[in-house]
């Protein structure tokens, strides 16, 4: 063995993980070029490595529990990743010119993935598992909570920003007797969720968050601060402040994590999620600090686990045909990447998923909260 390889195998016995072991978490090295790709690009080089068939690992989201349960992204770090740090100190990486860059590079690569990888109602965001024990009936769970903790009745406007295919949207139009306007910057979720919802009072537009100036009884955004930036976090309160009747409720379903970060980890960044960043909660109560009344706050980051284990399952049920609609060897990869990564993360409670309901003034006799 050289240098780079013992290097390699020492750190990753901190974490009780063993280079071609016979654990499920173990790393299987297909080739030994493997060890220079990760010590060269620290976890950008481990992605990139795994994409390009260096290395495979049966249980990919206990692995990376295991990683981030040790800490180890944090002992190889060259330089080259600072580079996407300082660039976001310097720009606007969410900026309106770049606000559909997202939609196009992640949502718009086609409906057909996600609907074989998605539930029923095509909900590409955490699901709530309470009383749940299949992907419909916890995705169903949280559409039905979030109606709830807004006090959603007949009759009233809500906006849904970020609303995507229209999951939440349709199923609030339709339980609960509402009128909807949804905005995404995705073109295909709203040629899909305009066909599916035309038959209900539902209005989705494809359109930027920072366009949207009307008056509405309720507002909820559910998965889209993660897009937002934290340039951009003051201007997306103040859309939702001027969006919000006076007396009304505001729910924010979201992603955050532990340690504040101008991005989301280099790999994620190129291949998943560009531009992306997870808040802290520091960051979000700064930026409504004066704005709004915090009525409640609930943590069900341990619902995502799950959530992404179940998508998973879903792409592999269906690999083959999705390899006939063209999502090749090399996409498979990155997904299954993407995915089970996403999920060790949620299990090492390194990602948290907060749901926070607002007013504006305070709700009088104050607010019941609902689980």
């Not at 529990?65 to 600072?82: F, T």
């Not at 086609?110 to 109602?121: A, H």
């Not at 060897?329 to 998923?353: C, I, K, P, T, V």
Request: overall charge negative; hydrophobic content about 35%.
């Amino acid at each position: 063995m050289n240098k780079v390889e013992v290097t390699i195998r020492g750190l990753l016995e901190l974490a009780d993980i063993e280079i071609n072991g016979n654990n499920p978490h173990d790393i299987q090295v297909n080739d030994t070029a493997f060890y220079r790709r990760l010590l060269s690009g620290g976890p950008l080089g481990l992605g990139e490595a795994y994409m390009d068939g260096l290395w495979d690992c049966e249980a990919l989201d206990d692995l990376i529990y295991k990683l981030l349960r040790a800490d180890l992204e944090h002992s190889i770090s060259p330089l080259k990743l600072l580079l996407p740090v300082l660039w976001a100190k310097l720009v606007n990486l969410q900026s309106p010119g770049r606000a559909f860059r997202i939609g196009e590079h992640h949502y718009d690569i086609g409906n057909d993935l996600y609907q074989l990888m998605l539930d029923q109602r095509m909900v590409y965001t955490c699901g709530y598992w309470k009383d749940a024990d299949n992907l419909d009936d916890a995705q169903e769970a949280k559409l039905d909570l979030i109606c709830r903790k807004v006090g959603l009745k007949p009759g009233m406007r809500v906006l849904d920003l970020g609303c995507g295919w229209g999951s939440f949207s349709g199923f609030a139009a339709e339980r609960y007797g509402v009128e909807v306007v949804g905005v995404t910057v995705s073109k295909e979720q709203i040629e899909y969720g305009r066909q599916r919802y035309k038959d209900l009072n539902v209005d989705l537009r494809f359109q930027d968050y920072r366009d949207v100036n009307e008056r509405f009884d309720r507002v909820v955004s559910i998965g889209i601060l993660e897009h937002v930036g934290p340039k951009n976090y003051k201007t997306f309160m103040e859309v939702v402040e001027r969006n919000l009747e006076d007396d009304g409720l505001y729910l924010l379903h979201t992603i955050g994590t532990n340690t504040r970060a101008l991005s989301v980890d280099p790999w994620t960044n190129k291949y998943i999620f560009p531009g992306g960043v997870l808040p802290v909660l520091q960051q979000i109560d700064a930026v409504t600090e004066g704005v709004f009344i915090l009525e409640d706050l609930h943590n069900i980051g341990t619902h995502y686990d799950p959530t992404l284990m179940a998508w998973m399952t879903n792409v592999d049920k269906h690999r083959q045909e999705l390899e006939n609609l063209g999502y090749d060897e090399r996409f498979y990869r990155m997904w299954r990447y993407y995915l089970l990564g996403a999920a060790g993360s949620d299990r090492a409670r390194r990602n948290q998923l907060w749901q926070i309901v607002y007013s504006k003034k305070g709700l009088d006799g104050g607010y019941e909260s609902i689980r």
